[in-house]
Structures are given as structure tokens and as C-alpha cells.
Nanobody, 115 residues
Framework: QVQLVESGGGMVQPGGSLRLSCAAS????????MGWYRQAPGKQRELVAR???????NYAASVKGRFTVSRDNAKNTVYLQMNGLKPEDTAVYYC?????????WGQGTLVTVSS
């Protein structure tokens, strides 16, 4: 059974930073491009960052230059470093495959950006 466990969320002031982690178990994710998604209240889930198996990264325009995605295949873990956080970044953040996401999403981790 595949499990995705996100962690690292919290409440920060605008301009602050957080580092999210996503640990995958039950399957080796080194063979897959991985993505970080977020879902804000009342909005659809969106892909904000992705990293290929070779380490190539892509970002949504709204987070480019502020967020950095990385992966540690030995630990089956994907990270999202978030700097310069804005109130509009407030959302529940999830990780999953970047293409054809697994049906079983993790519980996500809540990021709240507020003064």
C-alpha cells in the first residue's frame, strides 16, 4: 500500500519561510516525476512545483523564484523550500506523482501565511 506523508506546514508571517517534506513508502518514487500541489479554501487543487527523475524542476508562475523543489531518492523524500511567503500561498499542500497522480493522496500539510 502506497503512503504519502507530508509534513512541515505551519503558520508564518508574510515574507517568512517554510520547508515541507513528503515521505513516500510502499513504492520507490525515484522512478517518477514528483509534484507538490496545493489547495486553497474554495479553490481547486493545483500543481505548483514538479521535479523529474533527473532533477529538472518546473514551477507555476505564482511561485517561481520563491519556491524550490528537491528530492532525495535514497530517502524516498521530496522537499519544498518556500521563501518569501505571501498570504495567497495559504493552502493545504500535498505531494504526489506529477503525472497521473495516485488516487491515494496523503493528508496534506497546512500552510497559513498571515500577519
Amino acid at each position: 500500500q502506497v503512503q504519502l506523508v507530508e509534513s512541515g506546514g505551519g503558520m508564518v508571517q508574510p515574507g517568512g519561510s517554510l520547508r515541507l517534506s513528503c515521505a513516500a513508502s510502499g513504492r520507490t518514487f525515484s522512478n517518477y516525476a514528483m509534484g507538490w500541489y496545493r489547495q486553497a479554501p474554495g479553490k481547486q487543487r493545483e500543481l505548483v512545483a514538479r521535479i523529474s527523475t533527473a532533477g529538472t524542476t518546473n514551477y507555476a508562475a505564482s511561485v517561481k523564484g520563491r519556491f524550490t523543489v528537491s528530492r532525495d531518492n535514497a530517502k524516498n523524500t521530496v522537499y519544498l523550500q518556500m521563501n518569501g511567503l505571501k498570504p495567497e500561498d495559504t493552502a493545504v499542500y500535498y505531494c504526489n506523482k506529477a503525472l497521473n497522480p495516485l488516487d491515494a493522496w496523503g493528508q496534506g500539510t497546512l500552510v497559513t501565511v498571515s500577519s
